[in-house]
């Protein structure tokens, strides 16, 4: 995978999937081969109503984060959208098959 920041692009970058615990919402984080972790792409805004395949994204930190979910297939936008401080987060509903074809297990 190629992912492409504000900074810098990465190549050869893989993503670490898991869970937060508590909403039990999917953490997804990009990592790089060479440099580690690059960025986490979802944030926690304790929703007990997103569905198993749901996160928000972290359009905040990650203002690259939609253009590279939709590059590579990833989710698409739920519709739904959560407000924290000054910020608006979009929900992402995740093709968890996808997402496995570029996982690395945490």
């Known amino acids: 995978m190629r992912i492409a920041t504000q900074f810098r692009t990465y190549e050869d970058a893989y993503l670490k999937i898991g869970k937060y615990m508590a909403d039990n919402s999917l953490a997804i984080e990009a990592w790089n081969r060479q440099d580690g972790p690059i960025a986490r792409l ?21 203002p690259w984060a939609m253009d590279f979910i939709k590059e590579y297939q ?7 959208v959560r407000r924290s401080g000054y910020c608006t987060y979009p ?16």
């Open 91 to 106: 929900a992402v509903t995740f093709d968890l098959e996808q997402l496995k074809k570029h996982e690395k297990e945490m």
């Open 74 to 80: 990833l989710g698409k936008e739920s519709g739904h």
């Open 42 to 62: 979802t944030i926690c805004l304790t929703d007990p109503f997103l569905r198993e395949n749901e996160s928000y994204v972290d359009t905040n930190n990650c």
